[in-house]
């Protein structure tokens, strides 16, 4: 805890008069590796938000999602996740080649409660545990520096109604994703996808927004 603050914070809390909460509340709350109570709430979940830091030194955040236990934790320090098909920008993972450093926002909207983690990561395509994870097109390990529980009186609580039909499943063919079937990038697909967009039918920026808008992408 002796290094979560910053001079930054401390004219912050020195200007508000919560130092000596935020000191409290640091000690009572931020552990340096995961605990069984952490540990089953992170494999509970089934999306987190990931940030990271690009070459530029802006801040991007990421939403994460998969089939509830897609978040393993390994060890009291490890945690590790999949990387799945994306839109072949690899922002986040790109961001952990360059400067391993990341966020974690854990979040049950449900309860609500929430966890964050702070930890180094890094990337492998040929980690033994793709073979666990169906889709991973890489692992991603995370060893954690700090974790703690976040107050959640600001979280507005949702019901979760039900999974991403895009979510990769053991014997089951992921569907294609619908923006691969915008006409304008047919010519940067893989023969593969391309062949899909001809099957399913090609479509304009305009008409997948369409899609979007009407929570049919």
Known sequence: MSELYGE??????QEFETTALADRVGEMIVLAEISDEHKAFIESRDMFFLSTVDHRGYPTCSYKGGAPGFLRVL???????????GNGMFLSLGNIQAN??????????????RVRIHGCAGIDKQDPLM????????????????????CPRYIHK???????????????ETPAAQWKRIDAIQDVLSERER??????GTITPEQYGELVMKGKA
Do not use: C, W
Not at 131 to 150: C, D, K, Q, S
Not at 166 to 171: I, S
């Open 158 to 172: 949702y019901q979760r109604m039900e999974s991403s039909k895009y979510t990769p499943q053991a014997g089951l």
């Open 131 to 150: 073979g666990e994870f169906p889709g991973a097109a890489l692992i991603a390990r995370v060893t954690v520096t700090e974790i703690f529980v976040n």
């Open 75 to 85: 060890d009291n320090k490890t945690l590790a996740f999949p990387s799945y098909d």
């Open 195 to 200: 062949a899909i967009a001809r099957q399913q």
């Open 8 to 13: 930054q914070h401390r004219l912050l809390q």
């Open 100 to 113: 391993n450093k990341i966020g974690m926002l854990l979040i049950d909207f449900e309860t609500p409660h």
